[in-house]
Structure formats: structure tokens, C-alpha cells
């Protein structure tokens, strides 16, 4: 258990649906980041979020959006689903420090397939 | 961040030592270099990062050139538990705002 927690585990849904991916950091953790990992694409980015800000995006197609709540917590939401959004999603989370940060704790994914 | 090049694939027989190269020429100064693992559809585990000492964990050690231009990773004892697809991945260390960039890593065959 990496502590970094990912819900749901598998998710299967109709082309055209919205679906929620949530993710909650190691504790103390302030970082969340997304990726897509797909059969043909390999890892990328789509976006990171520190303490509720956005920071960063990536390839993040428009209908993807993103959050971070008070808690830390983040979701990803996933619109208009399209039969090429299948893919696994992972969460990363890191913590701040003032020196060079010890790298990202990866999820578990959440594996997503649209039908 | 800077741009890393790694052999797609190698094979390497349990309890023999597994050496990965990665090139990564146009380093910067600032930039570090992190090793991450991906068990087949796991998320990616981190495994060691250095900026310019040779660095040793209990998973791995990382070889840096005096130059930085490249780098080896080295698992000791290789085992059936280690065939994955391992990233070399370089950035800035520090600052909320920097990312891992994956490529496309070299796969790790580990064989009886």
C-alpha cells in the first residue's frame, strides 16, 4: 500500500457518460498529480494540483477536468467519454520541501473502460 | 526538463546484476535524475534519484558520470520481481510546479 488511495479500481461505462475518479494523497502530502496511461500512448501528464491551486497542465483534453478540495483530496472528472479515453489513470502525490523533493508516490489507477 | 534516451528493452538472469543505461546529454545544471519502476499496469514506483554523487538504496544504486550526461541504474541482484518497465526520468528538483516527464522506458526481462 503506497498510501496514496484511488477510487474506483475499475470503472466501465457507455461512450458519451461522465464518470468521477477520485484520489486521496499520503497523508501530509500536498501535490496531486494526474496521468493517462494508455496501451498505445504510454504515461501522460495531464495536470497538478498544490494545496487547492492548479500548478501545471498537461495533454488535458477539454472535457477533463480537475479539483482539490480542503482536504486534499482530488477528483478527475471525466465528460462526454469517448471509446479513446479508455486508459488507466493514476494519482501521484509528493510533499514540498525546501531541498529537491523525494519523487512521487503513484496510486494504485484506476482502470477505465468506455463501451 | 531534459530529454532522456534508454535502450527499449534488456535481459539480464536472475541473481546477475542489472545494469540500465540511460543518456541524458543536454542535462541541466539544476536538473535531477530519477529512476522509477512500472510493474505491469501498477502504478510507477519510485526508486532512487541523484543529482551529481553516485547514489546507493536498499532497491538500487545510481551511477552518474562526472560529466552527467548519462547515468546507470544498477540492481544488485537481480530477481523475477524486478522484470518491469524502468523510467529514467530528469527535472528541475525543486519547486511545485515541475513535473516527471515519462518516456518510453526500457523494459527489464528478468529470466531464470
Known amino acids: 500500500d503506497s498510501g496514496v488511495t484511488q477510487t474506483p479500481k475499475h470503472l466501465i461505462t457507455a461512450t458519451g457518460q461522465r464518470v468521477t475518479l477520485r484520489c486521496s494523497p499520503r497523508?501530509?502530502?500536498?501535490?496531486v498529480y494526474w496521468y493517462q496511461q494508455s496501451l498505445d500512448q504510454g504515461l501522460q501528464f495531464l495536470i497538478h494540483?498544490?494545496?487547492?491551486?492548479?500548478?501545471a497542465k498537461g495533454n488535458i483534453l477539454e472535457r477533463f477536468s480537475a479539483q482539490q478540495f480542503p482536504d486534499l483530496h482530488s477528483e478527475l472528472n471525466l465528460s462526454s467519454l469517448e471509446l479513446g479515453d479508455s486508459a488507466l489513470y493514476f494519482c501521484a502525490s509528493s510533499v514540498r520541501s525546501g531541498r529537491a523533493d523525494y519523487g512521487y508516490t503513484f496510486g494504485s489507477g484506476t482502470r477505465l473502460t468506455v463501451v | 526538463d531534459a530529454k532522456t534516451t534508454q535502450p527499449p528493452s534488456m535481459d539480464c538472469a536472475e541473481g546477475r546484476a542489472a545494469n540500465l543505461p540511460c543518456n541524458h546529454s543536454t542535462i541541466s545544471g539544476n536538473e535531477y535524475v530519477y529512476w522509477y519502476r512500472q510493474i505491469h499496469s501498477q502504478g510507477p514506483q519510485y526508486i532512487i534519484h541523484g543529482l551529481k554523487n553516485n547514489e546507493t538504496n536498499e532497491m538500487a544504486s545510481l551511477i552518474i558520470t562526472e560529466d552527467r550526461k548519462s547515468s546507470t541504474l544498477i540492481l544488485p541482484h537481480a530477481t523475477l520481481r524486478d522484470t518491469a518497465v524502468y523510467y529514467c526520468i530528469v527535472r528541475v528538483g525543486t519547486g511545485t510546479a515541475s513535473k516527471l516527464t515519462f518516456g518510453t522506458g526500457t523494459r527489464l526481462q528478468v529470466t531464470l
Open positions: 494540483y498544490y494545496n487547492g491551486e492548479e500548478r
Open positions: 497523508s501530509g502530502d500536498l501535490s
